[in-house]
């Protein structure tokens, strides 16, 4: 399900109960974390429609699992509780705006994990 490059990221993510994966794309990595227990909620964010809803149709298949989508530039459009945050596969500069523009919501989430392209 997951490449080898999604399959380290999870890895490397501690459990916790709430993770925001930003620009989360096709969802698969959070659809994983869920069904392997390692969070309890998935906020899937994307800045477009269309890699949300393709994330919406992945997760059809689930309807147990505890996910919320997000049309979201970052955290942006997000207020609630976050333990964890997966930013992956997208360049530096993409990173350091999503970071900067809410680094005060930043500053309060336990985990953060970046990966850049």
Avoid: W
Avoid at 3 to 23: E, H, M, Q, W, Y
Avoid at 61 to 67: A, D, H, I, R, T
Avoid at 91 to 97: A, L, M, P, V, Y
């Amino acid at each position: 399900m997951l490449n080898r490059r999604l399959k380290a990221i999870s890895d490397l993510i501690k459990p916790c109960d709430t993770l925001f994966d930003v620009g989360s794309d096709h969802g698969f990595l959070p659809l994983y974390l869920l069904l392997n227990k390692k969070i309890n909620k998935a906020i899937i964010g994307e800045i477009n429609y269309g890699p949300l809803d393709q994330a919406k149709k992945n997760f059809m298949k689930y309807p147990e699992l505890n996910c919320e989508f997000v049309l979201s530039d970052g955290l942006r459009s997000y207020d609630n509780s976050i333990d964890s945050v997966v930013i992956a596969g997208m360049g530096f500069e993409t990173i350091q705006h999503i970071i900067i523009q809410d680094i005060e919501k930043f500053k309060k989430i336990p985990q953060i994990l970046i990966q850049s392209n």
